[in-house]
């Protein structure tokens, strides 16, 4: 081991059999990447992917790819559906057709196909990913938005998988606790990307992270990873002192040249431009935060208005791609948590060393 100040694993590294009390937070829609979470695992914290928007078939395939990019625990996560999400998805082809023209200038902007019905219908269904997921038994499963399917937690524990569930408030923590879960992402409103509450609104269930932390620590006994906010080792540390056993860091490995972020949203992060973050449906129908663009500020007034999710996610999946490539930043999900202003841009290996290193020394 190096000379360097470091972390023991604690009782969630000691979990899931890790050397850190780090984790980088599952990047769903496609930015996440196997280079970037085989980077984190190989360096001594838990790298995760975000499959939510993958088939049966594509998770099969990517639980091996990471396995043999790494031979040390890794993390997958899915989202759990909401209610009302089947019905929209059903929804005729007349209301659906209204949201696509809503969205129709930005498709002919970017130069892309409107979604058809089919193409919103055929999302993948989370009990169909969910069984290729078991199937494919990565170390740790993570879910969010949601409880554990009972199957999940039975075949888990025959498997050896390690369950994780994310909390957005302490009774959501003392349910995930319930329904059988190794431990709990307590998960503060300052984190970027979705926002994970499923007993009561969103509005109702958003806790900043230092808030959140030592009431969650408090009402549940597994292990608790704090995630939102964090992006250095001060952050880290602080974690760390209110409780948590571990951390979840987002948006600052999002930065990291690994990650599956298109450059127009990397380099914006780390930037003044993204101390400003909102909560937004508009990009997929769940709320989440994110640095606002030309995008969120056009559709401000139609927040209430788009569907559900998957329908509004489907719709807007060809916007999000084509600006990406295009390098339009003014149409990407710039998803970015509060402390993204904090990011730099190094590797991964860099960027975990770092939060190690400055956490060991913060906390003396
Ligand atoms: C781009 C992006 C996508 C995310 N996607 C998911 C996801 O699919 N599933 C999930 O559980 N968390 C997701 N998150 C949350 C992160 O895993 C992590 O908990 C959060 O980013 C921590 O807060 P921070 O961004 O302030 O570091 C996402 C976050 C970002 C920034």
């Known amino acids: 081991m190096s000379a360097h100040p470091t972390l023991p694993p604690g009782r969630f590294g000691d979990l899931v059999g890790i050397p850190l009390p780090v984790v980088q937070g599952p990047f769903g829609g496609g930015l996440s990447s196997v280079e970037l979470a085989a980077a984190v695992s190989e360096g001594g914290g838990l790298g995760s992917y975000g499959a939510h ?58 130069g892309v196909r409107a979604p058809s019905a089919e193409d919103v219908r055929s999302w993948p269904d989370f009990d169909a990913q969910l069984d290729a997921l078991i199937a494919a038994a990565p ?26 569930g994310t909390a957005t408030t302490v009774e959501e923590a003392v349910a995930l606790e319930a329904a059988g879960v190794d431990a709990v992402v307590a998960s503060g409103s300052d984190a970027g990307g979705h926002r994970g509450a499923f007993l009561r609104p969103v509005r109702e269930s958003l806790v900043g992270t230092f808030s959140l932390i030592p009431q969650v620590a408090d009402a549940v006994s597994v ?11 001060r952050g880290v540390a602080a974690a760390l002192a209110l409780g948590a056993d571990a951390v979840q860091v987002g948006t600052g490995f999002l930065a990291a040249r ?5 450059e127009a949203h990397r380099r914006i992060l780390g930037t003044p431009e993204a101390r400003t973050t909102v909560l937004t449906r508009l990009f997929s129908g769940r709320t989440a935060r994110g640095i606002p663009n030309g995008f969120v500020r056009d559709m401000a007034a139609h927040e209430e208005h788009v569907p559900p999710y998957p329908v509004q996610n489907a719709l807007m999946q060809p916007v999000r791609r084509a600006a ?41």
């Open 324 to 364: 990406a490539e295009q390098g339009r930043p003014e149409y990407v999900n710039l998803w970015a948590g509060q402390a993204a202003a904090l990011a730099q841009e190094p590797s991964a290996a860099a960027y975990l060393s770092a939060l190690v290193e400055q956490a060991a020394g913060a906390a003396g």
């Open 139 to 164: 170390p740790v499963i993570s879910l969010v938005m949601g409880l554990p399917p009972r199957r999940l937690v039975t075949e888990a524990r025959r498997r050896g998988i390690v369950v994780v």
């Open 258 to 262: 690994e990650s599956g972020a298109s």
């Open 53 to 110: 928007v993958h088939t049966p078939e594509e998770i099969t395939a990517l639980v091996a790819g990471l396995r043999a990019a790494t031979g040390r625990p890794f993390a997958v996560n899915l989202w759990v559906p909401q209610e009302g999400e089947a019905e929209a998805r059903r929804a005729p082809e007349s209301v659906l057709a209204g949201h696509v023209e809503r969205l129709r200038p930005y498709y002919e902007e970017l």
């Open 223 to 233: 292990p608790v990873v704090a995630a939102g906010g964090i992006a250095d080792g």
